[in-house]
């Protein structure tokens, strides 16, 4: 015999609301729902693990991503939802090694391989210093719309160019984004920075680190998850046709 959920209950499990819940059928993220006579929404077993393998990937994976990936495997392409999950691990994995890139650097100011970076050819446009920070130019321009660093201008066109002292700057702002959420905060690391006073600094990038190492976790869990539900799912399937 087929156990039916209640949205309520399912809500009250993964402690979301209804409305939550109906969201993610709006979105198309689960299997057909199946209605009662009365109209009212039947939740079974397929449906509570979806449910359980979003809410677990909403934990580490950003809200895009796991729209599209259980989208994906709505639609039969699990191969692809599986790599979708496997390039952001590998982005993660590469922001570790940035994060733990920089902080080196810093913790050997002292020897100078920070102080001594160089910028060949003197300051940069912002696509070259948007690639040796590993971010977005969308990005740089933001922080430099919230002062938290300077460009100069080319004279020749007017293009944006960043020298070294800012690009050591967005090279700390990209690595601390996600652990240091207020402008002021980063201003006031910023100026640490450039009075080479780097306890604090060295302090918030292991916060970064170890923040990393949590959000890791968290996509692993979900991952977990999320395999759960695609071989049940496949089981769903075969039994419908």
Same mark, same amino acid.
Not at 19 to 45: I, M, W
Not at 88 to 108: A, S
Not at 148 to 176: A, P, Q
């Given at each position: 015999m087929?156990?039916?959920y209640?949205p @309520?209950e399912?809500a %009250?499990?993964? #402690?979301v609301s209804?409305t939550?819940l109906?969201?993610?059928? /709006?979105q198309g993220l %689960?299997p057909h729902v199946a209605?009662s006579?009365g $109209?009212h929404?039947?939740?079974?077993s397929?449906?509570?693990?979806?449910f359980?393998?979003?809410?677990?990937?909403?934990?580490g994976?950003?809200?895009p991503v796991?729209y599209?990936?259980?989208?994906? =495997?709505?639609? !039969?392409e699990?191969?692809?939802?599986?790599?979708?999950i496997n390039?952001q691990?590998h &982005?993660?994995q /590469?922001?570790?090694?940035?994060?733990? #890139?920089?902080?080196?650097m810093i913790?050997?100011?002292?020897? $100078?391989?920070y102080?001594?970076?160089?910028?060949? $050819? !003197?300051p940069l446009?912002? !696509?070259?210093?948007?690639?040796?920070a590993g971010v977005n130019t969308?990005?740089?321009?933001?922080? /430099?719309?919230?002062?938290l =660093?300077?460009?100069?201008?080319d004279?020749e #066109?007017g293009?944006?160019?960043y020298d070294?002292?800012?690009?050591r700057?967005?090279? +700390?702002?990209s690595?601390l984004? &996600?652990?240091v959420?207020?402008?002021?905060?980063?201003r006031?690391?910023? &100026?640490?920075? /450039? @009075?080479?006073q780097?306890e604090r600094i060295?302090?918030?990038?292991?916060?970064a680190?170890?923040?990393?190492s949590e959000?890791?976790?968290?996509q692993?869990?979900? +991952?977990r998850?999320l395999m759960?539900?695609i071989e049940?799912y496949?089981?769903? =399937?075969?039994?419908?046709?």
């Amino acid at each position: 015999m087929v156990r039916f959920y209640t949205p @309520a209950e399912l809500a %009250l499990e993964f #402690n979301v609301s209804t409305t939550t819940l109906r969201r993610y059928e /709006e979105q198309g993220l %689960l299997p057909h729902v199946a209605r009662s006579t009365g $109209g009212h929404r039947q939740y079974t077993s397929i449906h509570r693990l979806a449910f359980a393998a979003i809410r677990s990937m909403l934990a580490g994976f950003d809200i895009p991503v796991v729209y599209e990936v259980m989208r994906s =495997i709505k639609d !039969g392409e699990v191969t692809g939802a599986l790599w979708q999950i496997n390039q952001q691990l590998h &982005r993660t994995q /590469e922001e570790k090694i940035r994060v733990g #890139n920089v902080l080196g650097m810093i913790q050997q100011a002292q020897l $100078g391989s920070y102080q001594k970076m160089k910028t060949p $050819g !003197g300051p940069l446009p912002i !696509g070259k210093t948007a690639e040796l920070a590993g971010v977005n130019t969308s990005a740089i321009r933001h922080w /430099e719309k919230e002062g938290l =660093i300077t460009s100069i201008r080319d004279k020749e #066109n007017g293009y944006r160019l960043y020298d070294l002292t800012e690009l050591r700057k967005i090279m +700390v702002i990209s690595s601390l984004r &996600r652990t240091v959420y207020y402008v002021d905060h980063l201003r006031e690391l910023l &100026r640490e920075l /450039e @009075a080479h006073q780097f306890e604090r600094i060295d302090r918030s990038f292991q916060l970064a680190l170890a923040k990393l190492s949590e959000r890791l976790q968290a996509q692993l869990e979900g +991952v977990r998850h999320l395999m759960v539900y695609i071989e049940a799912y496949r089981e769903h =399937i075969h039994k419908e046709h």
